[in-house]
Structures are given as C-alpha cells and as structure tokens.
C-alpha cells in the first residue's frame, strides 16, 4: 500500500461506515480494483481505520452520550455478548472470511433483499434533529438491537445494515434505531480495533503506522459529515429501500463478474 491507497481507501471507509451497505465489503472491492494485495496489514487497516467513524460519532453525538450515564453503561452491558462471540471467531474472520469475494458478494445480496422487504413499514416515518433525539429505547430493546450487530461478522453483511434490519423486525422507531446504531458502534469499533492492534500491531512497520493514524484520522473527518448527511437522508420516505436496491444490484453485477472470471 502507498500513501494514494491510504487516502481513497479512508475515504472509502469514512463514506461507508454508517450506511447499510457494507464498508469492510467496499474497502475490500476498491482494494482489488487498485491493485492491493490481501496482507495482515491490509486486513487490520480495514478494520483499524472504523476507530476514525467512531471517534466521529463520539464528537457528533457527545450531548446524548455524555448526559446520560445510564445509557453508557446499558450500551457498555449490550456489547458483552457480541464481544465474546467476536473474540471466538476473530481467526475466522479474520483469515478465511475478510477477502473472500464470494461470500462477502452472496452477504451483500442477502442483505439488500431483506432490507427492501422490511422498508416498506417504514416509509411514514422521519428522523428527528439529532441535536433534539435522546435513547428512549429499554434496556432489553438495547440488547436486542446489539446482538444484530453479530451478523456484521460476515463481511458484506453491514453493521449498521444489520441493526436497521433488526429495528425493521421489530418495528421499532426509526430515529431510535439509527441512533442506537451509531452508538452501539462506539464500544464494538473501539474494541474490535484494540484486539486486532494488540494481536497484530508489534509487526508493522513505521510506514505502516503512520498509514495507519492517517487512515484514522481522514476516515473521521468524512465520516463526521457523511453521518450527519445520513441522519437527513434518512427522512425520506424510501430511504432504506434506496440502500437495499442499490446492495442488490451492486451484488447482481459483482456476481455476474465473478462467475464470468471462474
């Protein structure tokens, strides 16, 4: 990787991360289209420069995350499961599915069917001010739209596309899910890029760690804008059902693709 693949693979990252559509699936297709290797640094860069996304929301959301303690702490609590079951499949993950184009393709597909499906319950709903919206959701529906996040596993799948999917189940309201997702994403980012530093940081290089930090710092810096872009988009009426065709027909193609290169 040099410094060009650094600076559109971040921005790739910062465009990507809050929208349903799978930012590891897209960073890993702009990777193969330039050219970029599958390595052990290129893997954790794409889950290491998510921290960016999040340190984003942190500034974005800091009144409703640092006026309510209780909330920092249910959302703490909700992580625990999805973080063991990361730390048992994190060498699954991490060798065998991350890179693999046709699971990460069949993940997109899956994803894109069933958000356009689910959508449709959702067109008479808005999304509020995220300066005006605060957590009103129980501790219990919390857990529930956490453990949807262990989907987001799968490349391709989406974490955030995952949560809204579990919102859409249960019909809960919009602008609850999508907050809940970016905060949720707080402790799974932040501890998802710790263990995968803490496993494999020791044999990167110095370029590498300066790559690295910049990747951090210009994915947030787009994510900033691009989550509060989404939280207006999202008042649409068709918003999510925009997502889910653009996941089904970005599938279709990339698959017709592959099997043509079989």
């Known amino acids: 990787m040099d410094l060009i693949h650094v600076i559109i ?4 990252e910062g465009i990507t991360e809050f929208l349903p559509i799978s930012s590891t699936f897209h960073i890993d297709l702009i990777g193969s289209m330039m050219g970029i290797l599958n390595s052990n640094f290129f893997t954790s860069f794409t889950i290491a420069i ?7 929301i942190i500034v974005l959301l800091r009144k409703q995350l640092f006026q309510s303690p ?27 599915l991350l890179g693999n184009q046709l699971i990460e393709i069949i993940a997109v597909l899956t994803g894109g069917i069933v958000m356009v499906y689910f959508a449709k319950q959702y067109r008479e709903q808005t999304i509020v001010n995220q300066n005006e919206v605060t957590v009103q959701l129980s ?33 809960i309201p919009l602008n609850q899910v ?3 997702s970016f905060l ?20 990167f290089t ?57």
């Open 50 to 56: 998510q921290l960016g996304a999040i340190l984003a």
């Open 70 to 96: 209780k909330v920092i702490f249910q959302l703490g609590i909700a992580f625990i499961p999805v973080g063991v079951v990361g730390l048992v499949i994190y060498p699954l993950v991490k060798q065998v």
């Open 139 to 171: 501790f219990k529906e919390i857990c529930y739209l956490s453990l949807w996040q262990i989907l987001a596993f799968i490349p391709g799948m989406s974490r955030s596309g995952s949560v809204l999917v579990g919102g859409l189940v249960k019909k």
């Open 206 to 262: 110095h370029n590498e760690w300066i790559f690295l930090i910049l990747g951090i710092i210009l994915s947030g810096f787009v994510a900033f804008f691009m989550a509060k872009w989404l939280l207006r988009f999202l008042q649409r009426p068709n918003a999510l059902q925009w997502f889910g065709w653009y996941r089904v027909i970005l599938a279709m193609f990339l698959g017709i693709l592959f099997l043509i290169k079989m």
């Open 9 to 12: 693979l971040s921005v790739v």
């Open 184 to 203: 949720l994403a707080i402790p799974t980012m932040i501890t998802a890029t710790a263990y995968d530093l803490w496993k494999t940081g020791s044999n």
């Open 178 to 180: 999508v907050l809940t």
